[in-house]
């Protein structure tokens, strides 16, 4: 990315983080408006009770792919994997939109966050990438500038969507304007990409320029088992106590009781498979107290 950020002039910067508002404007907005939106859709499903369970299963998604996204942009590319999660946005809201029972909701939703979260933090490296030390904190806030105006039109927007159409097209409409507003983003960094390729003199391979000469090196450096771990860990102990809620009899029930007890057991395995790491996701040095 160095050879990309030498060819950010004034005018490209401006460019970049206009981008950046602009996508990150349309990204805040989905979030805030599409959070009203779900309890119409599980009450359109007769299913309100499992509006927990969809938020949970949003919150899990969004937890267990944070520790990989730098890794995942290092091996791959900053804008292949913002592509990528724009992608998975978009086949989420449609997922979502066109879903006719709770679990094809569920399964949109479980997509959209996956696809929402990763273009998030990819936007924050990239901004990290391009700016300085004395900057970057200035610039890191760019893409929350768009809450300031979001958070007080966002019931305006889902009022007068709701007035006149259903939650469905208020949720699909944003598989139109997401990826209308990533295309200037896109199309400037594949520009400085093409242009460092161009003036750079060695033929080293750069994170833009990645390619799969085998899957069990790329197994091991993705560090596949440790995000399965913490994913099965956070989805088996959450997810079954929205599902029980109150109820006594659920309790005893082996369906919920099990994945309960696996995900207990899945915890500590994670931790362990952690400390084996020579490069581990989680840093579980930071969590000792260093007075001692």
Not at 49 to 62: D, K
Not at 162 to 169: D, G, K
Request: net charge neutral; charged share 15%; hydrophobic share 50%.
């Amino acid at each position: 990315m160095e050879a990309a950020a030498a060819q950010l002039t004034t005018v490209k910067k401006c460019i970049f983080f206009t981008s950046i508002f602009f996508v990150s404007y349309a990204l805040g907005l989905d979030f805030l408006v599409r959070n009203t939106y779900v309890p119409y859709a599980t009450s359109s499903f007769a299913n309100h009770s499992l509006l927990s369970t969809i938020n949970v299963i949003r919150g899990v998604v969004a937890a267990a792919v944070q520790p990989s996204v730098a890794r995942l942009t290092d091996v791959f590319g900053r804008i292949e994997i913002f592509t990528a999660a724009m992608l998975l946005n978009m086949a989420g809201t449609i997922i979502e939109t066109f879903s006719v029972n709770i679990q094809g909701f569920a399964g949109g939703a479980m997509l959209h966050q996956l696809g929402y979260t990763l273009s998030v933090l990819t936007i924050e490296i990239m901004i990290a990438d391009f700016t300085s030390m004395r900057t970057r904190l200035f610039f890191a806030f760019v893409p929350n500038w768009p809450f300031l105006v979001n958070t007080w039109i966002s019931g305006n927007v889902t009022s007068a969507v709701l007035s006149v159409t259903s939650w469905n097209w208020g949720v699909g409409m944003f598989a139109i304007i997401n990826p209308i507003c990533a295309v200037p983003l896109i199309v400037l960094m594949f520009i400085l990409g093409r242009q460092a390729k161009v003036s750079s003199q060695d033929q080293e391979k750069s994170p833009s320029s990645f390619r799969v000469g085998s899957l069990k090196t790329l197994f091991w450096e993705l560090d596949v088992i440790e995000a399965l771990l913490l994913t099965a860990a956070l989805a088996m102990t959450l997810i079954p106590l929205t599902l029980a809620g109150g109820q006594s009899t659920k309790w005893r029930d082996p369906g919920i009781l099990t994945p309960i007890i696996i995900g207990f057991l899945l915890l500590p395995t994670f931790f362990m498979w952690e400390k084996q790491q020579t490069q581990p996701e989680v840093e579980m040095g930071g969590t000792e107290d260093r007075k001692k």
